[in-house]
C-alpha cells in the first residue's frame, strides 16, 4: 500500500468512529477507535459510585473495537479504558459531574419543547452580521443585571437579558468556549471559580458549571438549547467559540488515553510541539483529528443548532481541513459564518505555509478572521498596553486604518507598504475581515484608552470609545464588539482576565443609568449600519468602484460612498474620521449635505445641513453626512 493509498484508507477508516455510544431501551452499543482492545465499565453514578460490570470490547475492524450491553442503561454511566486510565472517549455526548464518565441517554429527551420548529435567523449575506461578543457568566452575575440565573446558560433566555440585545440591535453573539472544561470544578461551584474555559476536555457536550445541576446530564443539554432556542426567537444568531488547536493537558487528555501518540503533533525530538502555547497542539491534518474536527462542527450544528463558529488560534490548523469544514458546512447551510484567530500562539510543528494563518486566508474561501492590522492601528500594539495610535493622536497608522475600512482586500487608494504587519492584502472578500478594536482577550477598549491616552477625562474616553467603533461599523468587513462596550465597560486596567474573578469580569448595568449616551450612540450606529447596505456592500470589486478615499491628513482618515453604493437610499455618503486632540479642517466635494453624525450624536433624520467644500471635525469624533 503507497503512502496516499493509506492516508485515503485512514480517512475513510475515520469518518464512522465517533459514535461512541448508541442508545436503544433495548441495547446500548459501545464502539471506540483505537490500537488497544480495551474494556467498557458501567457505572450507576457520573462520579463515584458503584461499578455494575465491566465488559471486553471486541474487534471490529482495523483499530475499531465494540460491544453491546442488553436491557435499559438509560440513567447509567460509561467509562473505555484500554490501560492508559478511564475515558468518556473522545466524541462523548453526554457527561457526569466534571466529565469523568459519558452519560447513556436518550437526546431526544435534553429537547425543549417546540425544539424542531427552531429555525436560524435569516441572513443574506456575512456583511449583514453584527456580532456581540458574550460570556453569559459576565453579562448576567453582577446584581445590578437583574437577571435571576446569573451566570447560567438560562440567563441568555431571561426577558432582560434578550432585550438588552434587541434594543441595541446586534443579531448573532459569539459565546466564550460552552463546552466541558477543565479548570472549573463543579461539585464544588462558588463565585471565587472563574474561567473562560479555553481548556478542553469534552469537546461535544456543555459545561455543568453553568447548568442549574452539574450532576444531572440531561439538565446541562436541555438549558443549553434553551438558550440557543430564546436567542433564536428574538432574531439573535448563535455563534460558538471552539478550541480543537489544544486540550487541557497531552498525558490525561480523553485523545492521548483512546488513542496515545496520535492526535497531536510532535518535534524532531520527540517533545510535544506547543503551537498553542497551552503545552500541547492537536494535528489537524491527521485523519482521525480532521473527521473529529468535522464531525465535532456538524454535531453542533444538527444537534445545537449552532449558526457559526470562532476557531480560536485558527492558526495551528491546517488549510486543508479548513476547508473541508467549510465544505460541509456548506452541504447543510452555506450561511453559517466560520472565523478565527489568523495565528498561533507559537511555532507549529508543522509547516506555515499550510497552516490557517491570517496571510493564507486567500486560499480559504468562505472562511473570516480577526484583522489586527485594524485593531491596532485604532488602539496600539498588542504588545505594549501604554503605546497608543490613531485613537491617542499619534500619526502614522492612517493606511493601516484604511486597509481595515476595506476589508483587507486590494483597494487602489491604499498603499500596502504602509500597513503595519501585511504588506500585501489578505481577503478575497471583505467579508473575510472580522473588524473589531476590543474583544475578550487584552485589554477592553476603555482600560486601553485609559493606559495609552494619559490624563484622558470621562469625556475623552467616551469620544474616543465612539470614534473607535464608528471606524469598526462603517467598514466594509464583519463588524464585532465585545459585551459590555456599550455601556462603557471596564475590567480594572486586567490585560488577561481569563481567570479573574467576577469583580473584574462581571458588567456593571449601572453604567447603562451612568453613561446613556454610549449605549444611545451603539445602538444607533449599529442602525446606520442596518439601513444603509453601502457599508456593508459584501463584494470586493463593489468596494474598490464605491468607496473612494480622500486625501489623508496626519490622524485624520475619511471615505465617500459614492453614487447610491449598494442600491443605497442616499447618494453619497462621507464618513470622516478625526483622531486628532484638535479639530481638523477637511475638503469634501461641493454639495448640499444632510449632517447624521456629529460630535457624539447619531440622527438619520439630521443633524444640520453642510455645504461642502471645507468642513470642520471636531476633536476626537466622526463627522458622517450625505447628500441625495
Known sequence: ??????????????????????????????????????????????????????????????????????????????????????????????????????????????????????????????????????????????????????????SLTEPKAIEHLKQLGINAVHILPSFDYASVDETHLDSAQYNWGYDPVNYNVPDGGYSTDPYSPVKRIYEFKRMVQALHNAGIRVILDVVYNHTFDLKNSNFEKTYPGYYYRYNADGTPSNGSGCGNETASEKPLMRSFMLESVKYWINEYHIDGFRFDLMGVHDIETMNEIRAEVNSIDPTIFIYGEGWSAGNCAYPVEKLAVKANILEMPGIAAFSDDMRDALRGPFNDDHKGAFLAGISGEEESLKFGIVGGIMHPQVDMQKVNYDKKPWALQPTQQISYVSCHDDMCLVDRLKSSVPNADADQIIRLDEL???????????????????????????????????????????????????????????????????????????????????????CMVGFILKDNAGGDKWKNIIVLLNGNNSPCDVDVPQDEYTVVGCDGVINENGLGQLAGGKVTVDAQSALIMYNK
Open 468 to 554: 473607535a467603533q464608528t471606524a469598526v461599523f462603517l467598514s466594509q468587513g464583519v463588524p464585532f464588539m465585545l459585551s459590555g462596550e456599550e455601556m462603557l465597560r471596564d475590567k480594572k486596567g486586567v490585560h488577561n482576565s481569563f481567570s479573574s474573578p467576577d469583580t473584574i469580569n462581571s458588567l456593571d448595568w449601572n453604567n447603562m443609568d451612568k453613561y446613556p449616551q454610549v449605549f444611545e450612540y451603539y445602538k444607533n450606529l449599529i442602525q446606520l449600519r442596518k439601513n444603509h447596505p453601502a457599508f456593508r456592500l459584501g463584494d470586493a470589486d463593489l468596494v474598490r468602484e464605491k468607496l473612494q478615499f480622500l486625501p489623508i491628513q496626519p
Open 1 to 154: 500500500m503507497t503512502a496516499l493509498s493509506a492516508l485515503l484508507f485512514q480517512f475513510a477508516q475515520a469518518q464512522d468512529v465517533f459514535n461512541e455510544m448508541s442508545y436503544s431501551p433495548e441495547q446500548t452499543v459501545f464502539s471506540l477507535n483505537s490500537p488497544s482492545k480495551g474494556v467498557v465499565r458501567i457505572y450507576d453514578n457520573g462520579i463515584s459510585g458503584k461499578l455494575l460490570k465491566t465488559i471486553r470490547m471486541k474487534s471490529d475492524g482495523a483499530d475499531k473495537w465494540k460491544v453491546i450491553i442488553k436491557g435499559n442503561l438509560k440513567g447509567k454511566f460509561y467509562t473505555f479504558d484500554i490501560g492508559k486510565g478511564e475515558t468518556p472517549g473522545v466524541f462523548a455526548k453526554a457527561v457526569g459531574v466534571n466529565g469523568r464518565r459519558g452519560a447513556i441517554l436518550n437526546m431526544l429527551d435534553t429537547n425543549p419543547d417546540n425544539w424542531d420548529a427552531d429555525v436560524r435567523p435569516l441572513i443574506k449575506s456575512p456583511a449583514d452580521l453584527v456580532i456581540y461578543e458574550m460570556h453569559w457568566r459576565d453579562y448576567s452575575v453582577d446584581a445590578s443585571s437583574g437577571i435571576i440565573n446569573k451566570g447560567k446558560f438560562l
